[in-house]
């Protein structure tokens, strides 16, 4: 089956304590991205990668980094979470070909809190 | 600067009722997604579109990618109350190939 997986699902921390939130897909994918969700803004795009050991910059990156060693993992790291990145995220994994999004699968999203 | 900008946001019609719902840009894009989301789960990709005038059917659901591949719009047949969720609409940049770009939503009640 098909399947992209995040962890933690939900995460309470306060300002400033170094996280990381996993994510896995089972696809072979080479296109993997992090979203942030919140109300009256929508989702936007924090980070992508095209392949492994190649990322970039969305249009949110600021306080957020990333690395892809593997192809099926692109973990997501906080190094001194702030209460405005208080959000729910979703990892995504998909089929990219000159530009064309095909297959793109959402992981079930992470509830970060932070305090 | 939203760069997708969907309308209605919010959309309440009774069960048999048809809608439309819009995506519009100034930007060109190489691809448009549609995707439908219900409350605390991931988006579900519901289509692509690649060609400017495309249409694309899924049962009760129309697509389509405006000719200079700026807007994209979908159309419902005979809303369901199973159609209700947050309908998103997504562009693919073409200078920036792994950019992808939201548009707010649409959320969608259909009510029997």
């Known amino acids: 089956e098909a399947q992209v997986t995040q962890n933690p699902r939900y995460l309470i921390t306060v300002t400033g304590k170094k996280l990381t939130v996993t994510c896995s897909q089972n696809m072979n994918h080479e296109y993997m991205s992090w979203y942030r969700q919140d109300p009256g803004l929508g989702l936007r795009q924090i980070y992508y990668?095209?392949?492994?050991?190649?990322?970039d910059k969305g249009d949110v990156p600021e306080g957020y980094k990333v690395s892809r060693k593997e192809k099926r993992n692109f973990p997501l790291i906080l190094e001194s979470p702030s209460p405005n990145q208080t959000s729910l995220y979703f990892c995504?994994?998909?089929?990219?070909?000159?530009?064309?999004?095909?297959?793109?699968?959402f992981g079930p999203g992470t509830r970060l809190t932070v305090t | 600067t939203q760069l997708l900008e969907q309308s209605p946001q919010f959309l309440s019609i009774q069960e048999g009722e048809n809608l439309t719902v819009y995506c519009n840009s100034s930007s060109v894009f190489s691809s448009l997604q549609w995707y439908r989301q219900e409350p605390g789960e991931g988006p579900v990709l519901l289509v692509t579109?690649?060609?400017?005038?495309e249409v694309k059917k899924l049962k009760r659901l129309t697509f389509q990618f405006g000719d200079a591949r700026k807007d994209s719009s979908l159309h419902i047949t005979a809303a369901q109350p199973g159609d209700t969720g947050l309908y998103l609409c997504a562009g693919a940049r073409k200078r920036s190939q792994g950019n992808l770009i939201f548009g707010k939503g649409t959320k969608l009640s259909v009510k029997p």
């Open positions: 990668s095209m392949n492994v050991e190649v990322t």
């Open positions: 995504a994994s998909s089929l990219v070909s000159g530009g064309i999004f095909y297959e793109q699968y």
């Open positions: 579109v690649v060609t400017g005038g």
